[in-house]
Structure formats: C-alpha cells, structure tokens
C-alpha cells in the first residue's frame, strides 16, 4: 500500500476495530518482522508462498477473537459483580467486614461497622478481629474460625463485642470463607442482638415470676387453648379436682370437670367467646358446680381471660373453691329463717298475753 506499511495498518486496525482479525501477508520472509507484527497484535503471519496456511490461520484467528470477546464479556461481569458486592458491602444495614483468616487483620469494613462501634476505617484497618472481642471470647474465637466455611455452609455463633468507647454488645455472626485481593479471607455480619437479649432475659424473669405466683396461688390457674385442651394446671388446681398435671394436660376443660349437665352450655359459650349463658363475658365472675376427678361436684367460682386470637388464642380460668363459703351463707341463711322463725314466735306469744 503505498504511504503505508504493514505496522502502521496493524497499528490503525487494532486501534479503530481491535476485535478486527488482522493476518500479515508478505512475500518476503522476515522472522524478526514477524515476531514484532504478532507482538503488536497481529492474529498471523504467512507467506505468500505458503497460502496453503492462509485458511488455517483465518480460522485460528476467528478462533482467538472469539475467546478474547468471551473474555472481555467475562472480565466486565466480574467487574459488575464486584461493583454490585462492593455496593451491597458498603449499603448493608448491619456491620459486616472481611478479614484475613491467617492474621485475623480487617481488610475492609463497611460504614455501618464504623458507625456502630466507634472506629474510623483507617483504625479498623490497624486492627485484628480479636481487638474488638472480649477477652473471654478471643480464645474461642480463635479455636472456632481455624476450620475452612464454605459459602453454603455459613457459620452462625453468638459473642460479646466491645466498642471503641467500652461498651459491651452481644452479636449474632455469619461468616464464610472467600478470596479477597488474592488472599484466604471470610466475611463476616453481625447483627447487633443485644437489645433482644435483653428482652428475652426479661421475659424469661416474667415467665418465672409469673410461674412461682401461679404455683403457689391458693387458687385455680387453668389455661386451655382455643380448642379447650388444658396447657397449664396448678397446683392448687390439682388440690381441688384431683388430677395431676400429666393427668389433665391435652385434656378438654368440658370432659375434666364440667359438669355433665352444663357441658352442651360450656361449649357452646367456648365457641362464642363466652363463659356461661345469659350475657356472662370475659372479666366477669361467675358461680357455677365443677366435677372432681372421683365424680363429685364443688362449688366454684370462675372468671377467664383471652390472650391472643384465631389458633393461638388462650384462655386462662381463674377458679376458687368456694365450698366453705357457700356453707358459711348456707348457715346465715338458716339463722336468719331462724330468727326470723323465732320473731314470729315472740310476736305470737306477745299477742296472746295481750289476749289474755
């Protein structure tokens, strides 16, 4: 070509269209030409003597342009996934951080972490995962993350962490083993659960209060879930009807110790979110007989509560043996017929001395 050489028309090639197949045909044999045309990016060289090569080499160079595409398309989805993790690394919600599985030294952190513990990314940076665990817990720390942890099969532990400023968190960890810059790394989440801890302890210490008032209350505590099954029966409870707890759990309140004659009624007023018949409603009390485990009858006197709805709803009964009390108004009631009886008596004997 004139004004123009091979080099120069390779060097505008690779420059205008570098995904273009550019084969070097040449009449004159030059072995130190040739090897600075593939080096600057020629696909082949071939003689023009040797154009039996010349379909060889258009193939091969075909071949080579399809794997640097397949290439380049690979190196810009690692790219955007890098990007997209980075984007999700820095976004996450809760601390997360890489670290190098060999020296334990933070490699990245994202900002949550450095919000929530107090150190800026350059201090983290200087820093190893066993600076911000308690003491108590680096030595498990350490005998917990010596094993590999594959993405699927994430690791999961409870630990005490410690903030730039001294303050003690309980966190829940997820971490898995990956590359990063060419080192054995794992990322690791935590999630700040030391609120919930806190909660839970102290629903337990309600759940305990609740249990040693309920065990030694002189009354009944009965609960029973929305299918009537006993799920809770005192001691008082098994004093007064004589089962025991195994004996009453998973039972129906109507065939423990309803009464034959009021059972049609109590189930009916289960179903309707009611106790007893004539608008008798929750928080009210009600008197009605109660049957004993040996098939007698006591008085008692009921009131119930709801908690929840639909299948997790429970009743609790509150039921007192009121057999002493009912004897006591049955004894007032008969003095007083006898008083009564004995001023009607007085009122006579006056009338007939009047007569007399």
Not at 110 to 133: Q, V
Not at 169 to 189: K, N, P, Q, Y
């Amino acid at each position: 070509m004139p004004r123009i050489d091979g080099m120069q028309a390779l060097e505008i090639a690779r420059k205008n269209n570098p995904d273009t197949a550019f084969i070097f045909v040449s009449g004159t044999p030059g072995e130190e030409y040739a090897i600075r045309a593939i080096k600057n990016g020629a696909d082949d060289y071939v003689l023009k003597h040797s154009l039996v090569r010349l379909p060889i080499a258009v193939e091969r160079a075909i071949k080579g342009i399809r794997e640097r595409r397949e290439r380049a398309s690979l190196e810009s989805r690692l790219r955007e996934s890098e990007r997209r993790y980075r984007e999700l690394f820095e976004k996450y919600p809760h601390p997360m951080w890489v670290y190098d599985v060999n020296t334990w030294r933070f490699l990245a952190v994202n900002d949550m972490a450095t919000k929530r513990y107090g150190f800026s990314r350059e201090e983290f940076l200087s820093m190893s995962i066993l600076d911000i665990s308690v003491e108590s817990e680096a030595y498990r720390i350490s005998g917990q993350r010596a094993n590999p942890v594959p993405a699927s099969a994430a690791v999961e532990i409870i630990m005490r962490h410690r903030t730039k400023n001294g303050e003690l968190i309980d966190v829940e960890s997820t971490s898995h083993d990956l590359a990063f810059e060419d080192r054995s790394a794992r990322v690791e989440m935590a999630y700040d659960i030391t609120d919930r801890l806190q909660v839970e302890a102290s629903l337990r210490e309600s759940e305990r209060v609740k249990a040693a008032v309920i065990k030694g209350a002189p009354d009944c505590f009965v609960t029973a879930d929305h299918n009537g099954r006993i799920v809770e029966f005192n001691p008082a409870a098994e004093a007064t009807f004589g089962y025991t707890l195994e004996q009453a759990l998973g039972i129906s309140m109507t065939e423990l110790f309803v009464s034959p004659r009021l059972r049609e009624l109590f189930s009916h007023s289960l179903e309707s979110n009611r106790i007893a018949a004539e608008g008798f409603v929750f928080g009210e009390r009600m008197e009605t007989p109660a049957r004993r485990a040996d098939g007698t009858e006591v008085p008692v006197e009921v009131s119930v509560t709801s908690c929840g709805s639909g299948t997790r709803q429970l009743f609790t009964y509150y039921i007192r043996d009121i057999t002493e009390r009912k004897k006591q108004e049955d004894m007032i009631l008969r003095l007083a017929r006898l008083c009564t009886a004995l001023r009607e008596i007085k009122s006579a004997i006056v009338r007939i001395r009047e007569d007399l």
